[in-house]
């Protein structure tokens, strides 16, 4: 069984093929013929360094045949998943009224951003707060720990482990075609998938080869997509994070719980900026100023609020099958409308210091 550092070395390995494709002039047969020879070297002498020079020319010559004309029109199961897209944005619909509030909540439950308003963009990037309106792996990672939550009670024995992750990873891909199926949705639903099955493999769940699998996965199936922005900032993000983050969590020693949380929170924020900021700032020009204010109150708040869609996605749903859950569920779409009214409340007045 491969270890972690393996999985690294072959993305790795993959991703420097990719990315020097352009810089290499040798036509694409050529790097697949190299890598052929290589690979009969390899079953032959089995060893590291020669599936890494293989994976390295498989990735100079699928960068060049990703380039060759693609087939015009999107695919079935993307077109399929964006009618679902619709569909759930317009049963959205019934939960609030039109404005901001409603708004903001298509963005946050399926990344449909076509009814913000300019003024209320505005304040969401200046505050440092665009991501939290994009989907992506802070929205599918606090998905994972309520599901995760939820089937707990299932125990800890082998049968009950294989039939959580099941159910979560069902709903997690279920929930990524609602949304269209977008990169970024896919990317983190795949990180999680290597994540969770990675535990029943080895018996211990390793973040680290799940973002490299993921990648390697993504880097086979579309070449071109390390020069994809998004691409760059999801996976900065969560390598700063496995990799700084251990250490500047422990900068603080305290007995205080809250204190401690609140550092955590803040030191992910930092680890993410750290990468992310400085890879915004050189596409962009732009670097949010207050984004520790910005983590500080939006994300528990944003937490809060991702909870409560689900909520209240779940008692409207069922509420015709129950009719006591009518009243329940009329709760929790003001409680979910009073929520997103103080987000974006307090969105617009940290957006004012900048």
């Known amino acids: 069984m491969w270890q972690g550092r393996e999985i690294v070395a072959c993305t790795l390995a993959l991703l420097a093929g990719n990315l020097l494709g352009d810089a290499l002039p040798l036509p694409p047969w050529m790097y697949l013929v190299l890598s052929l020879t290589i690979s009969l070297v390899a079953l032959r002498r089995p060893a590291l ?6 994976l390295a ?4 010559a699928s960068v060049q045949i990703g380039r060759m004309p693609p087939a015009e029109g999107p695919s079935a199961i993307m077109l ?32 449909d951003r076509s009814a913000l308003t300019r003024d209320l963009r505005a304040a969401y990037r200046e505050s440092g707060a665009m991501h939290l309106l994009a989907l992506s792996g802070l929205h599918v990672g606090l998905i994972y720990a309520l599901l995760r939550q939820l089937l707990a009670p299932l125990g800890g024995h082998q049968a009950a482990r294989l039939l959580r992750s099941t159910v979560i990873l069902s709903l997690l891909w279920a929930y990524a075609l609602i949304t269209g199926l977008s990169a970024s949705i896919s990317r983190a639903v795949l990180m999680i998938s290597f994540y969770e099955i990675s ?9 680290l080869s799940a973002l490299f699998g993921s990648a390697l996965i993504l880097l086979l199936a579309d070449p071109e997509v390390p020069r994809d922005i998004g691409f760059q900032l999801s996976y900065t993000a969560v390598l700063s994070i496995l990799l700084l983050h251990p250490w500047l969590k422990d900068r603080l020693q305290t007995r205080s719980r809250l204190l401690k949380r ?5 030191s992910v924020s930092i680890c993410c900026q750290a990468t992310c900021g400085v890879l ?23 937490t809060a609020v991702m909870y409560t869609i689900a909520a209240t996605v779940a008692t409207n749903a ?3 099958l129950l ?32």
Do not use: M, Q
Request: charged content about 10%.
């Open 318 to 320: 069922l509420s015709s």
């Open 323 to 354: 009719p006591a859950l009518t009243t329940l569920s009329g709760a929790a779409s003001k409680l979910l409308a009073w929520l997103l009214h103080l987000l974006n409340t307090i969105i617009r007045l940290i957006s004012e210091l900048s």
């Open 57 to 60: 020319g498989l990735g100079a």
């Open 199 to 207: 535990g029943h493999l080895s018996g211990d769940r390793d973040a």
């Open 280 to 302: 915004a700032w050189l596409y962009f020009g732009n670097f949010p100023r207050y984004f520790l204010l910005t983590t500080l109150l939006a994300i528990p708040l944003t």
């Open 49 to 54: 360094p020669w599936l890494l020079l293989c």
């Open 80 to 111: 399929w998943a964006a009618g679902r897209k619709a569909a759930f944005a317009a049963w959205l619909g019934r939960l609030l009224p039109p404005g901001d509030e409603l708004a903001v909540l298509r963005a946050l439950a399926i990344g």
């Open 262 to 266: 609140i550092w955590e929170l803040l």
